[in-house]
């Protein structure tokens, strides 16, 4: 039986008296009919994917398809330079790696979709800061992916990790959950701190609704993962200090399931509402138009 | 189907920007040349709605043709796709049409060349993608099995034929998928197996129940 439920994974791990990712590791062995060992290769594949992005994307500064983005990495990496981040070192990288990747997907990179494309910067930016910083070996990187996985796979139960479905609180805020489990995980927590500080990071975030301009994953996609990265650590701070969030994280994706279905259409990525339909944005859509009926005229 | 995966929240490893018109874009590309096969000479590629207006940003049109051209989603070629030596050999042209009967994301793949064929899909999330028709013929394909697909007349007894052949050729069916509108009129069928099955087992369905199309499909592996 698939654990649905986060009560279920904490119970599973204290019956079993395993961590997070050796309970994720056997389900999803047996989902799939492999080993353990061929399921961690698997996900392996997948953060070495991650560390590529973040490599290339650190080293471009090609605009993006929509030609809205894809120099601000740049321009905060040479700002760090002369700069040195207040926040530290971590908050750097964090900031700098999200940044990265998702300027890679919007120019056509290739990237790990976590749990989406549009949200593919914020787990990858947590893991690899944390692992550069901290010297943390491979496997207790991919436990950690692992670990964000799983977060990720429960709340996806109840809402579907699509703008569409439930506007960006289900892509981002989901991404920013993932990765404040893995990153607590790093940081040596135990199973009641991670789960506490997915708790505190997804709370956060209900209500956050999808409204790309032009229908790109670029504008506010690209910006809003730093911010959701360094949400996720914000949440970690305050589990190691013991804070607990008052309403549990299955009740919470409950809560945003919910919100969810209350969020109007216009909301949830078809471009009809908020930022997409700002003056500003209406009038880059209009110039963008007339080029591409010019274009087509040219023919 | 499978159970959710922690697998296919972490993945799928993909050139971005957009899992459903980008890698559900090479995704619908690859399974066209799979219905198709894989010499492909002249294609004329409708977009619609969301597709039209939105894909060449997102790399639609790009991604199509990468998948035409049998390139995985990840394929960091995608990007450069129109610039590369595969296009050579390739003609090829868009339109962009308004239709809002069809799926926001709608394509059309009309083949002119030896083997002329059109082809209708879909790109229905996160990827995912669904084949609804071939020539006049609806159908329904979501690129998971490898697949049998046949349109016949209404013709008693033909399924049962159909999987004796199967069985006989040592395959496993997961699925059988029957659409038929009315009665008497043309059936679409789609076998989905468990394994792969031979050429040979495919010319034995054609002649026993003369079709008026019959592919075998294969899955798509990404
Ligand atoms: S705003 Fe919409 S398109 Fe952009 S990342 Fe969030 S859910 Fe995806």
Not at chain 1, 66 to 92: H, R, S, T, V, W
Not at chain 1, 174 to 191: G, I, Q, R, V
Not at chain 1, 238 to 251: L, N, R
Not at chain 2, 171 to 180: G, K, M, Q, W
């Amino acid at each position: 039986m698939t654990i649905k439920t986060f009560e279920e994974l904490k119970e599973t791990c204290i019956k079993n008296n395993t961590e997070i990712w050796q309970t994720a590791q056997l389900q999803e062995a047996q989902i799939h009919d492999i080993t353990v060992e061929e399921f961690r290769a698997r996900v392996n594949k997948t953060l070495s994917a991650m560390k590529e992005a973040i490599k290339n994307g650190m080293e471009s500064s090609v605009l993006t398809n929509g030609k809205m983005g894809g120099f601000d990495c740049a321009k905060q990496k040479e700002y760090y330079k002369n700069n040195p981040c207040i926040y530290g070192k971590l908050y750097e990288k964090i900031l700098c790696y999200s940044l990265a990747t998702s300027e890679e997907n919007a120019r056509m990179g290739r990237i790990a979709a976590c749990p989406t494309a549009g949200a593919c910067g914020i787990v990858p930016s947590v893991i690899i800061s944390m692992g550069e910083i901290y010297n943390i070996d491979n496997e207790k990187l991919i436990n950690s992916l692992i670990i964000a996985g799983i977060t990720g796979q429960i709340i996806s139960f109840k809402v579907k990790p699509s703008g569409a479905t439930a506007g960006c609180q289900a892509e981002c805020g989901s991404a920013s959950a993932m990765a404040a489990a893995a990153m607590a995980y790093l940081f040596d927590c135990d199973t009641d701190k991670i789960l506490n500080s997915s708790a505190l990071a997804l709370k956060n975030i209900l209500g956050l609704t999808c409204d790309p301009v032009r229908g790109f994953v670029e504008v506010p996609c690209i910006k809003r993962n730093p911010f959701m990265a360094l949400h996720a650590a914000s949440a970690v701070e305050m589990a190691k200090a013991g804070i607990v969030s008052v309403i549990p994280i299955d009740d919470i994706v409950d809560a945003m399931e919910q919100t969810g279905a209350l969020m109007s259409s216009d909301l949830k990525e078809s471009s009809r509402a908020g930022l997409a339909k700002t003056k500003t944005a209406i009038v880059m859509e209009k110039a963008c138009f007339t080029k591409k009926y010019y274009s087509a005229l040219k023919e | 189907m499978n159970e959710a995966s922690i697998l296919d929240i972490i993945s799928p490893v993909m050139v971005g920007p957009s899992s459903s018109h980008t890698a559900g874009a090479v995704r619908l590309g690859l399974i066209a040349r799979n219905i198709h096969g894989e010499n492909i000479k002249k294609v004329k590629i409708i977009l619609y709605n969301s597709y039209a207006q939105t894909g060449e940003g997102h790399g639609t049109d790009k991604g199509l043709i990468a998948g035409l051209l049998g390139y995985k989603p990840d394929s960091t070629i995608i990007k450069d796709i129109f610039n590369s030596q595969d296009m050579v050999s390739l003609e090829y042209r868009f339109e962009f049409r308004e239709n809002f009967a069809k799926h926001p994301n709608a394509v059309d793949f009309i083949f002119e060349d030896d083997n002329p064929m059109t082809i209708s899909a879909q790109s229905i999330g996160g990827g995912e993608i669904k084949v609804c028709k071939i020539n006049e013929f609806d159908v329904s394909l979501d690129g998971k099995f490898n697949s049998i697909l046949i349109v016949m007349g209404d013709k008693l007894g033909a399924i049962a034929k159909i999987t004796s052949i199967i069985q006989k050729y040592g395959a496993n069916i997961a699925t059988l998928n029957c659409d038929r509108k009315t009665r008497g009129q043309n059936a679409s069928l789609v076998i989905s197996l468990d394994n792969e099955i031979s050429a040979d087992a495919i010319e034995e369905i054609k002649k026993e129940i003369s079709p008026h199309l019959i592919r075998y499909v294969k899955k798509l592996e990404y």
